[in-house]
């Protein structure tokens, strides 16, 4: 028993690397457990035109961050002839534009792209200091004053006293009238919550719709009440911040400024793509060293290879079940995992009839070149020739029958069959055709089942976007490969000894 232990302990090792790398990959990288989701990537362009008066030209915009609900993917400008500088160390991140002189009307371009992310967690910029009240007409004053009394014994901390004065804010009220005198609602908000002692500041917002263009920015009040945020829009006095809401500015800047020009206006364009969740992964992921040497970062041809290489372990743990623990015989090893490889390039049905087909041809044409007492690799290589023939002749009937399908026989590896004949043949030859029903047959029930997992898009995912699972059916083998054991078949031959011992007893 004390010999088996570091055999014990490696499979135990090789289990917990393998579901650890798995769960590491799955909470640092979000790769998910099930294949077909996908995430939305947002394209935002922002044009701002102006009228140059022929002087140098100075245009600063604010520009949008990750943020809670969208990491930011990537950014670019179009703006011909002007020197551009992102200022992105700064407290509000910018995009500035200059020029030495520019006449006349004006359009520059900003383009971001962002993910809809439900995991970033970015946090919001730190609450605004709040600054004592200015000092207004004593109507006014009163009129605030009260207000902020009445919404108080309503609410229960900042956010729903916020949430009470907005809702009286789109009131007919006389107080209201007062204070809204010669404000918009956004000046009339921010100056409750001054009175109120409540740190809220203006953001710019930009609601995302599919393939929106010349849509305007929405004003938004944005609350902080300790670790809480709240968002408040200020054109209809709604609380809520939709998931598709993007904040393109939150610092109490303004959104242009402008040096050398008048009459600026920003509109906002745009579309929504729709992506397979590793697609945005790997843009959001790109600098991350665990992405950098994972397989997504191969071209897509060798991924493509690897997909297929990588689910050949899990038909070697569906062989050794069916041969150590079952007790099915089969021809080859491993032959039928290469069966299910090629039946997977393959329709299930024109696979298999078709490798049947080739198979059973090419052992009437094996056992006229036994009477020829040709030397083991003549054999084989005569073998291989009949079979590319058979391959050809039968892909060109099915081609004139208009069975497509029969074509994609190509897709199985010549070699392999032409062993698979020879090995048949020696079979038939020593021990008879019953033998090689067994076998031959037995190649095939593994096949299809290893065939089966092997095409499962649950397994394909998991494979490929969780490699470490390989130590797992490493385990998995080890384990299976000391396994000395009864096999099912066995227990069914011995069944009859097992009745008669039984019946001595009585």
């Known amino acids: 028993m004390q010999e088996r232990i570091p055999f014990y302990i490696l499979v135990l090792l090789l289990i917990c690397i393998g579901l650890g790398s798995a769960i590491y990959r799955h909470l640092s990288l979000e790769i998910p457990w099930l294949p077909g989701e996908t995430r939305e990537i947002w394209s935002v362009e922002a044009r701002l035109e102006f009228v140059a008066d022929g002087d140098a030209v100075v245009a600063q915009m604010a520009i ?54 439900s995991k970033q967690t ?39 006293l916020a949430a009470q004065l907005m809702n009286a804010l789109g009131s007919e009220d006389q107080q209201v009238a ?30 995302l719709r599919h393939n929106r263009r ?32 993007l904040i393109w500015e939150m610092e109490d800047q303004p959104l242009i400024d402008l040096v050398g020009g008048s009459n600026t206006r920003v509109s906002f364009s745009m579309l929504r793509e729709v992506v397979k969740i590793q697609t945005a992964l790997e843009e959001k992921y790109a600098d991350v060293s665990a992405m950098q040497v994972s397989l997504h970062s191969l071209p897509l041809e060798e991924q493509k290879l690897f997909r297929g290489l990588l689910l050949i372990p899990v038909g070697v743990v569906v062989v050794m079940i069916m041969r150590v623990l079952v007790g099915l015989r089969t021809s080859g090893t491993f ?7 090629a039946l997977m390039q393959t329709t299930l049905g024109a696979g298999l009839a078709g490798f049947v087909l080739v198979v059973m041809t090419g052992l009437v044409v094996r056992g006229y070149l036994s009477r020829l007492n040709l030397l083991l690799v003549g054999r084989i290589s005569a073998v291989i020739i009949v079979v590319i023939l058979l391959t050809a002749t039968f892909s060109v009937i099915a081609y004139n029958l208009r069975i497509v399908e029969g074509l994609n026989i190509i897709f199985f590896p010549m070699i392999i069959i032409a062993w698979t004949i020879e090995r048949l043949s020696l079979l038939w030859e020593e021990e008879g055709p019953k033998e090689v029903l067994k076998q031959g047959g037995g190649s095939l029930i593994v096949a299809l089942l290893a065939y089966t997992l092997m095409s499962n898009h649950y397994i394909q995912h998991l494979t490929f976007n969780f490699p470490g699972l390989q130590f797992v059916l490493l385990a998995i083998v080890l384990i299976l490969g000391s396994y000395t054991g009864y096999r099912c078949i066995e227990l069914i031959r011995f069944s009859p000894f097992n009745s008669a011992d039984q019946e001595k007893g009585k």
């Not at 970015?122 to 004053?145: D, Q, R």
């Not at 009040?221 to 998931?243: C, H, I, W």
């Not at 032959?335 to 490889?341: F, K």
């Open 64 to 117: 949008p961050d990750t943020q809670p609900g969208f990491t930011l993917l990537e950014q670019a400008t179009a703006s011909p002839g002007y020197g551009l500088s992102y200022l992105t160390e700064e407290q509000l991140p910018a995009v500035r534009w200059s020029v030495q002189k520019a006449y006349g009307k004006q359009v520059l371009y900003y383009r971001a792209t962002f993910l809809l992310d």
């Open 122 to 160: 970015e946090a919001w910029p730190p609450p605004p200091e709040v600054l004592p009240a200015p000092i207004l007409p004593e109507p006014i004053t009163l009129a605030a004053l009260a207000m902020i009394e009445q919404a108080q014994a309503r609410s229960a901390d900042q956010i729903t």
């Open 178 to 207: 007062l204070l809204r005198q010669n404000r918009s609602l956004a000046e009339a908000a921010l100056l409750l919550m001054q009175f109120a002692s409540i740190p809220a500041r203006q953001v710019t917002a930009v609601p």
């Open 214 to 245: 010349n849509q305007d920015s929405v004003p938004y009040l944005m609350v902080y009440s300790g670790d809480q945020v709240a968002f408040f829009n200020l054109e209809t006095g709604k609380e809520g911040r939709p998931a598709r809401l």
């Open 335 to 341: 032959m039928p995992v290469l069966m299910a490889l």
